[in-house]
């Protein structure tokens, strides 16, 4: 059963399917939002060298992190009339956005290690080309993933889709921003 729900968010993830196609479960959406917040906590607190916030304060961001998806997701599905789809696309978001940032974990680890390092020497300049596009491809990823879902979930156009997603990556760098 859990093989079936993770490929169910996979194939969103290859835009293969569609968020109507995926569960609707208020303890799916629950679940996938605190697999995300641990994550995203947990790349806060220990991918840098020196953390971005104290323990307390990444809760804090963590929380409205989330909260950010949720409000704005809310709202775009209210002005186009679909409220009731609210689980099944926040419960896409959380999960595709989860399964992007586990690919982004060795990035992350690598990350450090790349900063302290003389990028004079070819293969670390090899590194840091693989690493710098690694990290645009998994960013744009996302991004097209989220408009995918913005553009099933509101029945709005592709570049209406894309302009909601920069809505969501706008509010979520503020909100994020707000607690440093």
């Known amino acids: 059963m859990l093989t079936k729900i993770v490929r169910c968010y ?35 607190q220990f991918a840098a ?21 949720l409000i704005y997701t809310y709202i775009l599905l209210k002005l186009f009339s679909f409220p009731k ?16 940032h586990i690919f982004a974990i060795p990035l992350l680890i690598l990350m450090p290690f790349l900063a302290k390092t003389n990028m004079e020497n070819p293969f670390v300049l090899l590194l840091g080309t693989v690493y710098l596009f690694a990290t645009v491809g998994l960013s744009v990823w996302q991004f097209m993933i989220t408009a995918h879902i913005y553009r099933h979930s509101l029945n709005i156009s592709t570049m209406q889709s894309l302009l909601a997603s920069v809505g969501l990556l706008a509010l979520n760098i503020l909100t994020v921003s707000l607690w440093r």
Do not use: D
Request: glycine residues 2%.
């Open 49 to 69: 060298a020196k953390p971005i916030f104290s323990p307390p304060i990444t809760i804090l961001a963590g929380v409205s992190l989330l909260l950010s998806y």
């Open 85 to 100: 789809r609210l689980v099944q696309t926040i419960t896409s978001l959380w999960a595709t956005h989860f399964m992007i």
């Open 10 to 44: 996979w194939h969103l993830c290859l835009f293969r399917t569609s968020p109507e196609n995926t569960p609707y479960s208020f303890f799916l959406m629950a679940l996938t939002g605190f697999l995300f917040f641990i994550l995203i906590v947990f790349q806060w």
